[in-house]
């Protein structure tokens, strides 16, 4: 499984982006899907994640209320919904296939990543 993050870019803060990722070897079917998120000299962090079925969700307390994550099975594509970005919000943003958690160490299969830049 080899996912493929799109939809970075540059937005003011207050604005809407809508991350996508699929993959570009194998499928998604079977494994929770999550976002994670890095800037230079931090962490990477998890954002939101979907599981397998798509009926648990979890969201970072940061985000709650504003981002959204979906899953389409048919299609097989997950999206990130970001809304009322705030500058706070940049970095590298990175989907991940593996097992539903919050930490990084459960999701064998990552992306290259895409970048959101929100300016304020």
């Known amino acids: 499984v080899q996912p493929v993050e799109s939809g970075g870019g540059l937005v003011q803060a207050g604005g809407s982006l809508r991350l996508s990722c699929t993959t570009s070897?194998?499928?998604?079917?079977?494994?929770?899907v999550g976002w994670f998120r890095q800037t230079p000299g931090k962490e990477r962090e998890a954002v939101s994640a979907?599981?397998?079925?798509?009926?648990?969700?979890y969201y970072a307390q940061s985000v709650k209320g504003r981002f959204t994550i979906s899953r389409d099975e048919g299609k097989n594509m997950v999206y990130l919904q970001m809304r009322s970005l705030k500058p706070d919000d940049t970095a590298v943003y990175y989907c991940?296939?593996?097992?539903?958690?919050?930490?990084?160490?459960?999701?064998?299969?990552w992306g290259q990543g895409t970048q959101v830049t929100v300016s304020s």
């Open positions: 070897e194998g499928t998604f079917s079977g494994y929770a």
């Open positions: 991940a296939a593996g097992r539903f958690s919050d930490s990084v160490s459960t999701y064998d299969y």
């Open positions: 979907v599981n397998w079925s798509g009926s648990n969700e």
